[in-house]
């Protein structure tokens, strides 16, 4: 029963997820946060892709600014 009691805790909601990935692009998140990000992005294959799209985005602004 604890298990379960400690998965529950760990676990996060799509949008606490997504305001994460959104400070993942400002900051490092500190650990207890990546944790329970990673574990979300390992069983929510929406949030995966929004993680994706973000990478995307902050790649392309790289290689953008790089132009000057």
């Known amino acids: 029963m604890r298990a379960l009691a400690k998965h529950r805790m760990l676990r996060i909601s799509c949008q606490q997820a997504s305001r994460l990935l959104s400070q993942r692009q400002d ?3 500190p650990l207890g946060k990546r944790l329970r990000l990673r574990l979300h992005l390992a069983y929510c294959d929406a949030c ?3 993680s ?3 990478e995307a985005l902050r790649l392309a602004l790289q290689r953008w600014k790089g132009r000057d």
């Open 27 to 29: 900051e490092p998140l």
């Open 48 to 50: 995966t892709n929004v």
């Open 52 to 54: 994706r799209q973000f």
